[in-house]
């Protein structure tokens, strides 16, 4: 690639993704996410959540005659801790979908995986250092809407990084498996030795 391109592609990935850290001519080729239909149902979760406690805020409404102010006031309290509830389980959730990112770089993949707001763990691979990449699907459900893992096996210690729920194309696929190949070419360019 044309080393003005490569520097500008730099760049912009460097400012599109300060967090990443890239090296000297690294820049980004693909960013993913978890698969949306993960969002819709956090939302839609959420949606859920925010309609029953309306529901039980209308139902105590309805018969705050027969309740004395101390109990209204206690079942008010009891309603705005489930709101409150609802919503902190919402705002985690969110964090934790959008804390799950894969990033394939012309030099490495960089893997960022959140499994609760206290835990997280980064983990980056150089692209020479993968042997297998490959995309499955289990269970009708994966299969309907087009999600499954991805799964990057590495030389030496055989170490398998996946990346779950994934919406990753086959186009994409392809498109990864040809930068790998291209790594270990240019790889193995480098590493070219004479022999007197």
Do not use: C
Request: net charge negative; charged share 20%; hydrophobic share 45%.
């Amino acid at each position: 690639m044309d080393e003005g391109l490569t520097r500008i592609r730099h760049e912009r990935s460097v400012k599109d993704f300060p967090f990443l850290e890239l090296e000297e001519n690294e820049y980004v080729e693909y960013a993913f996410k978890r698969a949306r239909i993960w969002l819709n149902l956090i939302l839609g979760g959420l949606g859920a959540g925010l309609i029953f406690i309306l529901l039980a805020f209308l139902l105590v409404l309805l018969g705050q005659d027969s309740i004395d102010g101390i109990g209204i006031s206690f079942l008010y309290i009891i309603l705005g801790s489930l709101f409150a509830a609802v919503f902190v389980a919402a705002l985690f959730t969110m964090m934790v979908y959008s804390g799950n990112k894969l990033f394939v770089t012309n030099k490495h993949v960089i893997q960022m995986i959140m499994i609760s707001p206290l835990a997280s763990s980064v983990n980056m691979i150089d692209l020479s250092s993968i042997e297998d990449t490959s995309f499955s699907q289990e269970g009708i459900l994966q299969k309907m809407f087009g999600y499954g893992t991805l799964r990057l096996s590495t030389v030496g210690e055989e170490t398998t990084y996946t990346f779950k729920k994934s919406d990753i194309t086959g186009e994409e696929l392809r498109a990864i498996s040809k930068l790998v190949t291209s790594a270990k070419q240019s790889d193995d360019k480098d590493n070219v030795y004479i022999v007197s």
